[in-house]
């Protein structure tokens, strides 16, 4: 059974055109994160919510949004998606009560044209 | 900086051998690690993982070594079979209790029939 979901699995966007990506989860899990991966590279975190609390990390671009509307689902809003921004998006989720596992959804890959 | 790395970038290895697949991580403060594999077009997959009052951990057909002195962390794998041919990340859970990981490079395991 998919406990981290991620919709779509490809995503084709026009150079400019805003995109969201979404993410939900069945283990109601309270940590939820968002990653880029491009080809050959490790995940590179994009930010995180803890709980309701959102948490950026310094080197993300202004053009990533996130939104997290309740425990389950978890948004990736591209404002202005440039050429750069075609990867792989992850979606991981963590229960920090109980462990320190992330589990990653299967990924949406976004083409940017 | 701090940050995770992976010795050999491909490892090759002839099905029914054993692979093992190397890390090295700086931050002496880390106290958790996982290892995760990711096969082409999907989400990183969590294999095995490994607290630092621990020196190594099996699973099935996987063993995790921790080697605190030297700060290495090596995956072995068992009778390699095809399917294990993916690219195999280490990461570490870094000095903060925030929940986030810290990913090496990556090391690409090709199995060969």
């Known amino acids: 059974d998919a406990m981290v979901i991620q919709n779509p699995r490809y995503q084709v966007t026009q150079f400019g055109k805003p995109v969201t990506l979404s993410c939900s989860q069945t283990l109601n899990h309270n940590v939820m994160y968002w990653y880029q991966q491009k080809s050959s590279q490790a995940p590179k975190l994009l930010f995180h919510y803890y709980d309701k609390d959102f948490n950026n990390e310094a080197d993300t671009p202004d053009n990533f949004q996130s939104r997290r509307p309740n425990t389950s689902f978890c948004f990736l809003d591209i404002r202005s998606p440039g050429l750069g921004d075609a990867a792989m998006y992850l979606c991981?989720?963590?229960?920090?009560?109980?462990?320190?596992?992330?589990?990653f959804g299967p990924g949406t890959r976004l083409l940017v044209l | 900086g701090e940050s995770v790395g992976l010795h050999l970038p491909t490892l090759s290895v002839q099905e029914g051998d054993n692979s093992i697949i190397n890390c090295a991580y700086s931050n002496s403060a880390s106290d958790y690690f996982i290892w995760y594999k990711q096969e082409s077009g999907k989400g990183p997959q969590f294999i095995i993982d490994i607290r630092s009052n621990m020196d190594k951990r099996q699973g099935q057909r996987v063993t995790v070594l921790l080697n605190k002195t030297v700060k290495h962390l090596s995956l072995q794998i068992a009778a390699t079979q095809p399917g294990d041919s993916a690219v195999y990340f280490c990461?570490?859970?870094?000095?903060?209790?925030?929940?986030?990981?810290?990913f090496g490079q990556g090391t690409t395991l090709q199995v060969k029939p």
């Open positions: 990461a570490e859970n870094g000095s903060s209790n925030t929940g986030k990981l810290i």
């Open positions: 991981a989720t963590m229960d920090t009560y109980t462990q320190e596992t992330q589990y």
